[in-house]
């Protein structure tokens, strides 16, 4: 897995900046598509990321916009750069959406779950046990097609250089409910407290005794980027699917959580203890 900035990011960098270009030059998605001759829909989809762009597209669009020599060849070389496929597309039968592309370029990774141990973090036994639960309609050939993906995931926080900053903030349910029985959920435990020694890696627990908490709603994660033109983003995860949020507000308010639950949750040193002696209890 190489780190640095993922098609997935720079599709969605180069989608930004043909809006943000588009709107400088006082046209609507209408006017733009009739110049080029193709529906606003096209252009809608290439604005927002949902579709990829092809170098060609972006010439006839700058052109449109007016844009000079300079950036255009940039852009062109973004639109070609984004177009290459990461190690994930070996998994694409497992994997959907810009979710993973995403995940594998952030210099910071902010989660909360309520229910389960988050998939950087799971063992292959929690990781088969969860995907057979929440999926019986698959078969045991795509329940392991699902694991291997998760496993190959896992790398983004080992990798010897530049790793992401990754912090985890759990309620006590997903360290307490036993997945796959006692002799699973005890290594899936303890490799809890072996990835929290990681310099990269910050665990924490609200424990049951907090009540309710701001993350009560749902889990949610939120990723942040290295580069300036790539602002963050939250991930508000569902049983089947997912959404992006991107507006600042949105942003704002997800990370407003997520510091008020670091708050209520059990320091680093005494959330290691917890998860330990809950795995001495699991044997």
């Not at 580069?227 to 991930?235: F, G, H, L, W």
Request: with cysteine; hydrophobic share 40%; aromatic share 6%.
């Amino acid at each position: 897995m190489s780190r640095g900035p993922s098609p997935t990011v720079r599709r969605r960098r180069l989608a930004a900046r043909l809006r943000e270009l588009r709107e400088n030059a006082n046209l609507t998605i209408d006017e733009v598509g009739e110049r080029l001759e193709c529906s606003a829909s096209k252009i809608s989809r290439i604005e927002t990321g949902h579709v990829g762009v092809t170098p060609r597209d972006v010439r006839d669009m700058l052109e449109v916009y007016g844009v000079g020599d300079d950036e255009r060849d940039t852009l062109v070389q973004l639109a070609r750069e984004a177009r290459k496929k990461g190690w994930w597309h070996a998994f694409n039968e497992a994997f959907t959406g810009a979710f993973v592309g995403l995940e594998a370029d952030a210099s910071f990774l902010h989660t909360h779950h309520q229910l389960l141990v988050p998939g950087l973090l799971q063992t292959e036994a929690y990781t088969r046990a969860v995907i057979r639960a929440i999926r019986p309609d698959i078969g045991e050939a795509d329940v392991e097609l699902r694991v291997r993906a998760r496993m190959s995931r896992q790398k983004l926080l080992i990798e010897e250089s530049n790793p992401p900053e990754y912090w985890a903030v759990l309620d006590q349910a997903a360290v307490e409910r036993s997945v796959g029985g006692p002799e699973v959920m005890r290594e899936q435990l303890k490799q809890l407290v072996e990835v929290a020694m990681l310099p990269n890696v910050t665990l924490q627990v609200v424990p049951f005794g907090t009540g309710a908490h701001a993350g009560m709603e749902g889990p949610f994660l939120i990723l942040g980027f290295p580069e300036q033109a790539d602002p963050d983003v939250v991930y508000v995860e569902y049983s089947t699917s997912g959404v992006y949020l991107e507006q600042p507000e949105e942003v704002h308010r997800y990370t407003l959580i997520f510091d008020h639950l670091r708050a209520a949750a059990l320091k680093p040193d005494d959330t290691v203890e917890l998860i330990d002696r809950t795995a001495d209890r699991m044997s």
